[in-house]
Nanobody, 112 residues
Framework: EVQLVESGGGLVQPGGSLRLSCAAS????????MSWVRQAPGKRFEWVST????????TYADSVKGRFTTSRDNAKNTLYLQMNSLKPEDTAVYYC?????RGQGTQVTVSS
């Protein structure tokens, strides 16, 4: 059974940073491309980033490029999202995603 468990969200001031984690199990993590998506209140899901399998090449949405960094630790079956220079419009529930499924999400709120 695929399980994805996100953590690391919270309340942060504009310009601040957070690092999200996603613990994965139930599949061969090192062979899996992984993504981060987010959903702001009242809005549709928005793709944030994807990292390829293995050493993992990364791609980012224009809205986060240069501020967010996705990485993975295949030994720990864990996906990360380092978020810097956060803006109020980054406020959303963040999910990691694999094979069409996602975890329960972690809330990120950017507010002064």
């Amino acid at each position: 059974e695929v399980q994805l468990v996100e953590s690391g969200g919270g309340l942060v001031q504009p310009g601040g940073s957070l690092r999200l984690s996603c613990a994965a199990s139930g599949f061969t993590f090192r062979r899996a491309a992984m993504s981060w998506v987010r959903q702001a209140p009242g809005k549709r899901f928005e793709w944030v980033s994807t990292i390829g399998s293995g050493v993992g090449s990364t791609t980012y949405a224009d809205s986060v490029k240069g501020r967010f960094t996705t990485s993975r630790d295949n030994a720990k079956n864990t996906l990360y999202l380092q978020m810097n220079s956060l803006k109020p419009e980054d406020t959303a529930v963040y999910y990691c995603s694999h094979g069409g499924g996602r975890g329960q999400g972690t809330q990120v709120t950017v507010s002064s």
